[in-house]
């Protein structure tokens, strides 16, 4: 028995068989039954020992023969077959552990399309990278599905968010036109903005709401944030393309999870650190010890509007409505 280059058992006598050595091994044997048989037929005399001598000659050849082509096919598939075979498992091995840590490098490891509901897988996996992280940096929009998160995940982590600064213009507008997208020619440019703005003051009361499950946050804002949506853990990254073509007609959009060490992972933990770095970019801290005057105070540096209690209780009872929508379709809980 003898391996084939698909690693299946095989049999060197049908292999025999099955080439040139093989037949000629065939026309001996019949030669020499045939010879045995007719001399079987004839009476005593020289023709019948001489056919006799050539059906037991060609009997003990094709033995012979057949004796020799069986070890000599074993030896040569011994010595020229499965070094091959076993040299090309190798190189196939090899050549799998490069093209996987080029899929480790290049591609993502989840892929999930654009939906017009929160996908619940997605957000379990991300849900399960954000309990193993320490560190949990977000670039968006306006903040609310992070602390929305936050509500939901254990205490103990950092969280570093650069948002849109709503006293600029143009950190809005993309955003604006994006949903302008989606609704078509029943959206509203100005009503969109406007709601746009609230997402913001919600997001921001939504992270003091949150406070008690990170030691610290670091809130950014920025003038021109880009579209797309970042998360970065500490063994991944998730990118929210809302700059994708694709998914301009649904609210939620063709999302994609890098896993640490990838080329994305590094390029966009270095972009988030170098636009936190940035010398104009306004920076501000919330700790679980901050009290909701000093969160009042800090909400106007931000938005540049003056909040009242009874204004935060509004933008906290809006937060809880989204959250509980968000975490009941998301499959996260409450």
Not at 243 to 249: L, N, P, Q
């Amino acid at each position: 028995m003898s391996a084939d280059a698909n690693g299946i058992r095989s049999n060197p006598i049908r292999e025999i068989f099955w080439t040139r050595t093989g037949l000629l091994l065939a026309v001996l044997l019949v030669v020499s039954i045939g010879s045995l048989w007719l001399s079987g037929t004839m009476d005593a005399g020289t023709w019948k020992n001489l056919v006799t001598a050539l059906g037991t000659g060609t009997m003990i050849s094709a033995i012979v023969g057949f004796g020799q082509t069986l070890i000599t096919a074993s030896a040569s598939h011994r010595a020229l077959v499965a070094p091959l075979v076993e040299e090309s498992r190798r190189a196939l091995k090899d050549l799998s552990a490069e093209y996987r840590a080029l899929n480790t490098e290049f591609f993502p490891t989840h892929v999930f399309d654009a939906t017009t509901n929160p996908d619940p897988e997605l957000n379990r996996q991300l849900m399960a990278d954000l309990a193993a992280s320490r560190c949990y940096f977000f670039r968006g929009f306006s903040g609310r599905y992070a602390a929305a998160r936050l509500l939901v995940a254990r205490s103990g982590r950092e969280l570093r968010a650069v948002l849109a600064d709503p006293r600029e213009a143009s950190a809005i507008s993309g955003r604006a036109r994006h949903m302008l997208r989606i609704e078509g020619v029943a959206g509203d440019y100005d009503k969109i903005r406007a709601r746009l703005l609230e997402e913001i003051s919600i997001g921001l009361a939504g992270l003091f709401l949150a406070r008690s499950r990170c030691d610290s946050m670091e809130i950014a804002v920025v003038a021109d944030p880009p579209l797309d949506r970042t998360e970065i853990f500490d063994d991944s990254v998730w990118l929210t393309l809302y700059s994708a073509v694709a998914g301009t007609a649904t609210l939620y959009p063709r999302t994609l999870r890098f896993s640490e060490g990838s080329f994305i992972y590094d390029m966009q933990r270095a972009e988030f650190q170098r636009l936190r770095a940035t010398r104009s970019v306004q920076k501000y801290t919330i700790t679980p010890d901050t009290s909701r005057q000093e969160f009042l105070a800090l909400f106007e540096k931000i938005t540049g509007s003056p909040l009242s209690e009874e204004g935060f209780a509004d933008l906290e009872r809006m937060f809880h409505d989204f959250r509980d929508e968000f975490t009941a379709v998301a499959g996260l809980g409450s």
